[in-house]
């Protein structure tokens, strides 16, 4: 089964508001990592966090790591028609990743 | 400098027909991987290979092979399709050197169809 878990599984905003999308995950990481898909593409990476920080920012996205309750949250701030696309968190342990399931956002112009 | 690449984009086949499905990466890194991709879901783990010379199964290995050829290439083999390997597959490389954790980078995937 999938270690990482997104929550919600879609979500539908307008443009200009923010998006935040949770993973929750079962056991012991090193890193957790954001990547973002377009229909029918590859995975592209957007942030990395190490197991011993907490939060972390880049350009819009904001990601916030609790390893005691084994969460992350994604925030990305004023949104974009163009930030459509489905977003997953990956943890990394032993230098594999395993995936969620992800979150479709679709951004409404 | 080309990233992840492979080949082909697109592929149908018949139940029991082989095939394989060819990556290669340009960066010099020493971890390569093959995802599948089900509609609706993320990534699961075929098999991976953390440097030139060794490969070990992912999450979901059956029905597969894999050879690591070189640094550069990393091919993953179906020996008899079915169609439960429909799927979309990417392939994905990293550095993972001495230093500190690092990302994958992924090619664009290649659309197999068993009929």
């Known amino acids: 089964s999938q270690q990482g878990e997104e929550d919600p599984q879609a979500l539908s905003i307008q443009e200009g508001e923010n998006a935040t999308m949770n993973c929750s995950y079962k056991?012991?990481?090193?890193?957790l990592q954001w990547y973002r898909q377009n229909s029918g593409r590859g995975l592209v990476h957007l942030i990395l966090?190490?197991?011993?920080?907490r939060e972390k920012h880049s350009g819009r996205l904001r990601v916030t790591l609790d390893t005691s309750k084994k969460s992350s949250s994604l925030l990305i701030t004023a949104s974009r028609a163009a930030d459509t696309a489905s977003y997953f968190c990956?943890?990394?342990?032993?230098?594999?990743?395993?995936f969620g399931d992800g979150t479709t956002l679709t951004v409404k112009p | 400098n080309a990233g992840v690449t492979q080949t082909p984009k697109f592929q149908v086949l018949k139940t029991g027909q082989s095939m394989t499905l060819q990556c290669a990466q340009d960066?010099?890194?020493?971890?390569m991987y093959w995802y599948r991709q089900d509609p609706g879901m993320g990534l699961r783990l075929i098999y991976y290979?953390?440097?030139?010379?060794?490969?070990d199964k992912g999450e979901v290995p059956n029905g597969y092979n894999v050879s690591r050829l070189n640094k550069r290439e990393f091919s993953l083999r179906l020996e008899s399709a079915a169609p439960s390997q429909t799927s979309v597959y990417f392939c994905?490389?990293?550095?993972?050197?001495?230093?500190?954790?690092?990302?994958?980078?992924f090619g664009p995937g290649t659309r197999l169809t068993v009929l």
């Open positions: 960066m010099n890194h020493n971890s």
């Open positions: 990956a943890t990394d342990y032993a230098g594999k990743s395993t």
């Open positions: 290979s953390a440097s030139e010379g060794t490969t």
């Open positions: 994905a490389s990293r550095a993972l050197a001495a230093g500190g954790p690092d990302t994958q980078y």
């Open positions: 056991t012991s990481i090193n890193n």
């Open positions: 966090i190490r197991s011993n920080e």
